[in-house]
Structures are given as C-alpha cells and as structure tokens.
C-alpha cells in the first residue's frame, strides 16, 4: 500500500499544468500518509457508534446531548488535541420523550407507529378516547367544532394516498448528469443544496385547505388554543403533504419522502416559550387512513395513548453548547491563522441521528484524529467545532461566529485570521466534491487538490453557493464557508428527520473516504503560505 501512495506522489506533480504547478505547494508525502491512516486504520464508525447507539438522541438542551458532549471532548483529550473545551450559549428549554405508546383498540385491536411532535406537552397518563376527525380550515370550523371535542382524540388531515416505494427516486447516486449539473453555473441568484433543515411548521393542511374559504384560516397557534380550550386530549396528524424533499437538493433531484412507517415528526412547541396546547403526534400514514376509513363509515374508533415529555429548563448553565478543540499550528508566522472543519452535533427527537448528524461528527472527528495520530505538525491551527443548536436555526455556530469573527460590517481581530470553515452535513454518502460558494478564485487551487483524491471518487468543483447548514453562518459574516458535496443516497427521500435515522443506515466505506478527504482538505489549508482568498463581497448564504 505505502508503496503505491509513493508512485502515487511522485507521479501527480508532473501530470499538473506548469503554471498550476508553481500556484500551489502540496505535500504528497503528507497527503499518502494521511490517506493510508484514514482508509486503513479507520475509528470513525465506532466514533458514529457511541454518538448515535448510546448517546442519540442529542437534542440540544438534554442530559444526552450533554452526556455525548463530555465523551466528545474526553475523545478528543485522549488524543492529544489541545484547548477542548465546551462554549456556551442561551438556547432556552431541552425537551425528551420518556415514554410513547399508542393502540387503536376498537374496532380491532393495532400497534400505531407514531412519535410526539418536538416540544409537546404529554398526557399526563394513558388516556383512552375516542378519535374523531376535526379538521380547522376557517373561522367558520371553530364554530362548527365548538362544544364537540372534549374527551376526544383529533385527526386534523385528510387521507393522503399512498405510493408504492419504486415510484420516485428513493436511493439518490450521481450520474454523469448530476456531476454536470453540479459543476455549471447557476442563473445568478439561484441557490440550491445543503443540509435540509426541518421546519417547524404546523401539521400541514387537508387536501384543498385554502382553496374557496370564506373567513382566513386561523394560525397554527389559534387552533391549538382552541383545542385546549375545547378539552381536546390529543390530535394526530399523519405529515406534510409536501412529498418532495426534505428540503433543498445540490442538483435537480426530485426526492419523494417515503412512507410504509416511516415518518417524519415536526415541532409543535417552542423551546422559548412555556409548555402549552394539546399533545401532538406524528403516526404512520398507513395508519392515519386506516382510522379515517373507518370513521368515514360511522363505525367507532378508539385508541389508548401516553405521551409522556420532559422538559429542561435553562437555569445559571446555559443549555447551548458548542465544542472545540485544536491542533496548534507550529509556524511563528501563521500559527495564530486558524483552519476549522465542523459539523452540528445536536439532532432531533424522531430516531438516533445517526446520519443526521452523527456522521458528519464522527468524520471531522476523525479527520483531527487522522492528523494528529500521524503527528504532522500543521503550519496553520487546525480546531474543529461540534455545533449545537442547528436544528434550531444555525444556533450553535451562529453564537460562535457572532463571538469570535464578528459580522461582515463589523469585524473582531480574528476575521482576518481564519482560512476556511469546512462543513459536512448531508448524511453517510461519500464526498464528492466541494461547493465554492461562488468563489471562483479558489478554483486553480481546489483543481490541485482534489487531484491526489479522484481515485476516491472526489471531482466535482461546484460553483454555486449552498446554505441551510452551519458554514451559512460563516458566509454571512463576509468568511470562507464551505459544504462539501456529497452522494444523498436515502437522506432526503428517508432518514432525514425521521424515525429510521439509525446506525444501520450508515454506510462504512463512504464514512472512511469522507473522514480522510476532509483530513487533507484540512491539511492543505493549514500548510499554505496564504490564506484562501475571500469573494469581495460576500452575501448572506441562506
């Protein structure tokens, strides 16, 4: 193997174009050790193991998310990396599940698939009700309802159809079309990409809400008003009727979210505000229509629910936290210049967050693991950040960003310090490239490195600027952020906020690639003699 990384590094240099050549200083010796630790001696699984398996799910705010910060930072001491330390920052109230069951008991007896929607309040207890379907459309349904609900579980949607799984892209691969697209231009002010961010939205609408009322349809939170006044006991909803993607694709990609129990809870409460409203579920299409059938019938539907939710008051701690953690630079010139790779921490309350976003974790964990195992003594300091809060809005690196760099207008000392930020957040697909935020001055100098890294399957220099994900925050502030490309496979289409995002669904070899072309992405960004050249301008990403 060392024996092909070195044919390897003697043999790129003379395939690169003269000018190219002299733009760019690359260490291949570095670049093949890096590469033979990252593919042959990889730990970023069983890093992905204990975030997801023993510590998901890591909502910002509770004891797992602060249990899988500590094993985080004491990882990373075990290593060898320096400054490990926690930040933090208000976020407001944590929230959990503690226990969930629900069963239609009459007319037969069913197990529902089905998780609370984040920041519900419980049942205090199992309940047994009956359910009804009571849809809000207008002011005029608040009348209709009035004096009708109490004691009652609420269905709020229409029946929504069912497609058969081989009927729209589900496992997402790029083609040699996807790769084009990737690479072209966009129309100026076009975005696309990045880590999809779940909204928290309402529980979506019947099939023609809107459509032909006669009185405005009340907000979301007038009708949780009205169904607690009411006495509702719970209300179920089955999804969004939006079946595309979980949010925006790199390309073109049509993504239909899949069904046969697979589902994708929301939020219904509000980490600001005080625990309100009625217990709100999420349950499986499937069975959201079976009961509605029935209704639609007149036959009796009864169910048996327990919601039970905590909630985590922030008190003297804040509950927002980021980690960080270094490899100090060792040229007296660029050592106080900074190089940072990251990745958001926190997930959602649905499943584990192993691909969202164990994964990405794991892999810049690994990647500083990668280098400083080798010992390599980077010119540049190379710290990672492990953000909280971006499930709530870019939280967690928006305080850090806001704290160290300053804005694009108003700038501390150390904006003029940083190199790049480098971000991955797209699931367990391989990387296969990196969007320039367009940023074309980096172009010659990303061709030259991407070069020792084809063989992995890294090609694409995609020009347009991405954002829904933590290296926005960077880009707002007039700093190099940076999403690299990666494979969706079933991220969008399944794991995404959804209550199948499990350990399982990571796929090895692709997490192993990953972790090593961030380490030399890193690497080669510490070892320049300049920093990354910024866009003049920058513009807000998202």
Partial sequence: ??????????????????VSAQTEKIDYTSIGRIREEGLQRS????????????YGPRVTGT????????????????????????????????????????????????????????WSVGTNGPVTAEVVYAPIESAADLDKWRGKLRGRIVLNQAIRAVRMLD?????????????????????????????????????????????GNVSPRPSAQQIQEFYQ???????????????????????????????????????????????????????????????????????????????????????????????????AGTDPQLRDQVVMIGAHFDGVPAATGAT??????????????????????????????????????????????????GTATEKKPDHAKLSAY?????????????WMQQNLQLRPIFEQWVLPLKDLGVEILGPRTVGSTDHASFENAGLNGFQFVQERYEYNSRTHHSNMDFVDRVQRDDMVQMATVVA?????????????????????AS
């Fill in 1 to 18: 193997m060392s024996r092909i990384l070195l044919v390897m590094a003697m043999a790129l240099p003379i395939a690169l174009d003269p």
């Fill in 43 to 54: 730990q970023v699984m069983d890093h992905i193991s204990w975030l997801a398996d023993v």
């Fill in 422 to 434: 480098f971000n991955i957040d797209n699931g367990t697909g391989k990387i296969r490239g990196i």
């Fill in 167 to 211: 009927q729209a892209p589900i496992v997402l691969r790029m083609g040699g079309k996807d790769i084009a697209e990737a690479q072209t231009t966009p129309i100026p002010g076009a975005r696309s990409g990045g880590a999809p961010t779940g909204r928290a939205d309402g529980a979506g609408r019947a099939a023609g809400a809107g459509a």
């Fill in 63 to 118: 004891p797992a998310m602060e249990q899988a910060g500590e094993w985080a930072m004491k990882r990373m001491r075990e290593w060898g990396l320096t400054n490990v330390h926690l930040e933090r920052w208000p976020f407001g109230r944590g929230w959990t599940i503690e226990k969930f069951s629900a069963n239609l008991i009459e007319p037969q007896f069913q197990p529902v698939i089905g998780l609370p929607r984040g």
């Fill in 520 to 540: 030399v992405f890193a690497f080669l960004t510490a070892q320049r003699d300049d920093l990354l050249p910024r866009k003049p301008l920058a513009r807000p």
């Fill in 356 to 405: 969202d976003n164990a994964t990405g974790s794991a892999a810049m964990m690994e990647a500083m693991r990668i280098i400083q195992t080798l010992g390599i003594k980077p010119r540049r300091t190379i710290r990672i950040a492990l953000w909280g809060g971006e499930e709530n809005g870019l939280l967690g690196s928006r305080a850090y960003v806001q704290q160290h760099f």
């Fill in 229 to 327: 006044a009411e006495g509702v006991v719970a209300v179920l909803d089955r999804g969004s009727d939006n079946d595309l993607s979980a949010g925006g694709s790199d390309l073109s990609w049509q993504t239909q979210r899949v069904d046969g129990g697979t589902i994708f809870p929301g939020s219904s409460g509000s980490r600001l505000n005080p625990p309100e409203g009625v217990p709100q579920v999420t349950i499986a299409v499937e069975h959201y229509n079976r009961m509605m059938r029935i209704i639609e019938k007149g036959v009796p539907v009864r169910m048996e629910l327990e919601v039970r939710t905590r909630f985590f008051e922030e008190g003297a701690t804040q509950n927002g936290f980021n980690i960080i953690g270094e490899i």
